[in-house]
């Protein structure tokens, strides 16, 4: 279990969203707290805590215990963990960051890093947590937006989160948190997925009338599915399936879940490797408060996110700035931009929009400390309205 260190926030967060107003303003740095005995704070957050240490129960670092993996809504008012501020009298103080001390004190302490996920106990995202994190102590939290806001509020180190798949694609709520939210990517991981229908002691595959499960795991087993006959019915995510059959002991119902789910909910594994296709693997995003010192000395992977005037071959313009320094494009995602006034009216159709304001996500291959690498980003934000680079960061070329 980590040490009782509490990393407190800023109070306001989350970020608003993007718009032309306020891009610029995203291109920054967070602020860190760290805990005082003499001050409060408020925090108010949905995330679930749980850990790697015996017993039924864990102590909270906000009071009292908490059963492990249990949801919870922190909402409290606690006196002996509060902010410290470097500036006495100014009505807005400044953050006193973490320093090295710190630091040593929590490696003396024999702290774990403490690392989120979104689902719960036995889903697909602690596995990959705990291949890019081993022995970590990995924290289920319910929404991705949780695990952007438990970062930033300093109430875990890291988060790692999907943000792509083989078969289903990008993990859109994803890319629009990166911008929204202050965190860096600091690396990358993939892992297969293998699916298994699951159900309570003492179903047969004949008695399923409906399965549970992610969207994009009904998916990916679409065929098998389809086959069995079965109605499909979408949760938020794989485990939880898992552990709502279990815990409602439904025997008309199944779950496409992970085998860590059925030895965690005690289920009987009916079938496996029930995908599509066998490729299947998913890339999940190391998230972390501060960026990594960007080498050369190992394959590295930039991501940007980027906007464009509208034009005839605005985006070929964009991209040429990477071809033509011979570097690699890995992916490119358009989102559109939120929560903005459409830019251009076309008169001639009664006012309709011309066009719809985009962002472009581009993960290519080279390191930040590549001169191609600075040159390309250096060239493109000659023309671009908005760049910024959400970390630079060693590749993964494996998948377990």
């Known amino acids: 279990m980590a040490a009782t ?113 979104q689902g719960v106990r036995g889903a697909y995202s602690e596995s990959a947590a705990e291949k890019a994190y081993p022995n970590c102590e990995a924290v289920p939290c319910e929404q991705f937006d949780t695990a952007f806001e438990a970062v930033e509020r300093w109430l875990v180190d890291r988060a790692v989160l999907p943000i792509e798949n083989s078969l289903g694609g990008s993990i859109h709520r994803n890319y629009d948190l990166l911008l929204r939210h202050r965190l860096h990517i600091v690396g990358e991981v993939k892992l297969a997925i293998s699916h298994c229908l699951l159900a309570n002691n003492g179903v047969k595959i004949e008695d399923l009338k409906r399965v549970l499960s992610h969207p994009q795991a009904l998916a990916q087993c679409e065929n098998t599915l389809t086959k069995l006959g079965l109605v499909r019915e979408a949760v938020d ?95 490119i995602e358009s989102r559109p931009l939120q929560k903005q006034a459409l830019r251009v009216l076309d008169d001639s159709v009664d006012g309709f929009p011309k066009y719809f304001p985009y962002l472009f996500y581009v993960d290519f291959e080279a390191s930040m400390a590549d001169q191609r690498a600075q040159n390309a980003l250096g060239h493109l934000k000659e023309f671009a309205t908005f760049l910024r680079v959400l970390g630079s960061y060693p590749s993964d070329s494996g998948i377990a």
Request: proline content about 8%.
């Open 5 to 117: 260190i509490i990393r407190s926030p800023k109070l306001n967060l989350p970020p608003p969203e993007p718009t032309t107003s306020n891009l610029a303003s995203l291109n920054h740095n967070a602020s860190y707290f760290i805990p005082s005995p003499k001050q409060r704070r408020f925090i108010s957050i949905y995330a679930s805590i749980g850990g790697t240490g015996s017993g039924d129960q864990i102590n909270s670092a906000f009071g009292g215990e908490i059963k492990k993996g249990q949801a919870i809504k922190l909402n409290k008012v606690n006196d002996e963990n509060p902010y410290e501020f470097n500036a006495k009298d100014s009505p807005n103080p400044l953050p006193r960051p973490l320093t090295s001390a710190d630091l040593s004190n929590m490696a003396t302490e024999g702290s774990l890093l403490r690392v989120a996920y």
């Open 237 to 331: 995510d794989t485990a939880g399936a898992a552990k709502y059959i279990a815990f409602s002991k439904l025997q008309d119902a199944g779950a496409v879940a992970s085998l860590a789910a059925s030895r965690i909910y005690g289920l009987n594994v009916l079938a496996q490797d029930i995908q599509d296709d066998s490729d299947n693997v998913t890339r999940f995003l190391m998230l972390a408060r501060e960026p990594i010192i960007p080498g050369t000395d190992k394959p590295f992977k930039t991501s940007v996110v980027f906007s464009l005037d509208e034009g005839p071959g605005v985006l070929f313009k964009a991209l040429a700035v990477f071809a033509m320094r011979n570097i690699n494009l890995t992916k």
